[in-house]
């Protein structure tokens, strides 16, 4: 309802990662009943010293009709969910369910607990393969979507640079090295999608390095969406130092728990220019539009999700429908209005002008502003 309030019109739903898979897969049951589960979390980030953990399991998992009626739930209001599963790298709760998919088949893993980039990665022999249509399969059986996003980013190689088959697979099919399988293995689930008539989506990691009927998320650096686009990407610009809401809105104490790093502020977000004016025409056509990201190691309540959600979700809609330059003061001016209808709804959004905790309603589960996320 409030990306439809804001004409936002897709919904990207990251569902399986090292620490959690969040859809059920019919034909590979233990993905959510293993892989859905860890027993327990780091909490907070690393720093010098020891990392620390909770001792609570987390655990969960989507049903099918849950999604089935997210997706029309979405459609109804104008919204594509666009369904994420992460390979070859991010996979470690697939790993967990089903060992015989990675490079040590022998080796029993845990779910993550930990947050970062997890060295386990898919193997690249058939079965992986076999596996990764066949949970595709039923992934576009519940998503409509024309984009489905296959991940593919911090998939460090060094597993199959010391693994003999995956090093003699590198060598069958021509490669020049063992790290060179990871393009191999995303052109082959990408010509997968495509056989299927939907578009691969990927985590830019250079944003030249993936088969050019990938739309390609440009995330790690701020040159990646352009240098996609020349080389004729479809794009979605999503610099993570302007879109990732997973940072603190400000250097302010009371900000909740965030991911290290400067803040992202409402301005940065609304300063973000998806297809600057100096690119050329070609270019700037190529961008599909930009979106926010909201990763959640650090977010403890649903409250605290729509606090480092709102206003910036709003900056980032006004931003991405005006094009050009934006109008800041404008912006500011009509958002104290927009406010308002946040306030009728409920949203514990981050107030323009927060100065003391006082000010935040974000982890305070008694406010009564907060409503359950579906
Ligand atoms: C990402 O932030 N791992 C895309």
């Not at 386990?120 to 249509?133: D, K, S």
């Not at 909201?294 to 094009?323: M, Q």
């Not at 409920?346 to 009564?368: C, E, F, K, Q």
Request: proline share 8%; hydrophobic share 35%; glycine share 8%.
């Amino acid at each position: 309802d409030l990306l439809a309030l804001h004409k936002l019109n897709t919904l990207h739903l990251h569902l399986t990662d090292d620490q959690g898979w969040r859809m059920p897969v019919d034909a590979y049951p233990r993905l959510t009943t293993v892989g859905g589960r860890r027993a327990r979390s780091q909490r907070g980030p690393d720093g010098p010293g020891r990392t620390q953990f909770d001792a609570t399991p987390h655990e969960g998992a989507y049903t099918k009709a849950e999604l089935r009626g997210l997706v029309r739930y979405a459609a109804e209001r104008g919204i594509t969910v666009v369904p994420e599963i992460e390979m070859p790298g991010h996979v470690r709760a697939a790993l967990a369910a089903y060992p015989e998919l990675g490079n040590h088949p022998e080796r029993r893993l845990e779910v993550w607990d930990r947050w970062g980039v997890c060295e386990t990665i898919l193997g690249v022999h058939e079965e992986v393969f076999a596996f990764c249509r066949a949970v595709l399969e039923e992934v576009m059986d519940i998503f409509p979507s024309p984009y489905i996003h296959i991940g593919g980013e911090e998939c460090p190689t060094s597993e199959w640079e010391s693994s003999p088959a995956a090093r003699e697979r590198a060598a069958a099919e021509g490669l020049a090295n063992p790290a060179a399988l990871h393009g191999w293995f995303m052109g082959r689930i990408g010509a997968f999608l495509v056989e299927h008539g939907r578009t691969p989506v990927g985590w830019a990691v250079s944003g030249t390095e993936l088969p050019l009927d990938f739309a390609v998320m440009a995330w790690r650096d701020a040159s990646h969406a352009r240098a996609a686009a020349r080389r004729g990407h479809r794009v979605v610009a999503a610099y993570h130092r302007t879109t990732y809401l997973d940072y603190v809105q400000s250097e302010a104490s009371f900000e909740p728990m965030a991911q290290p790093g400067d803040p992202v502020t409402l301005r940065t977000v609304h300063d973000y220019e998806p297809a600057p004016a100096e690119w050329s025409r070609e270019e700037r056509a190529r961008v599909l539009g930009t979106q926010a990201q909201l990763w959640t190691e650090y977010v403890r309540t649903p409250a605290e999700i729509e606090y480092l959600s709102y206003p910036r979700l709003c900056a980032l809609a006004d931003r991405s429908w005006s094009g050009g330059r934006g109008d800041w003061p404008g912006f500011v001016e009509r958002l104290r209005h927009h406010t308002a209808r946040l306030d009728a709804l409920g949203v514990p959004y981050r107030p323009l002008d927060a100065r003391s905790p006082a000010a935040t309603t974000y982890a305070s589960p008694s406010s009564g502003t907060a409503r359950p996320l579906s």
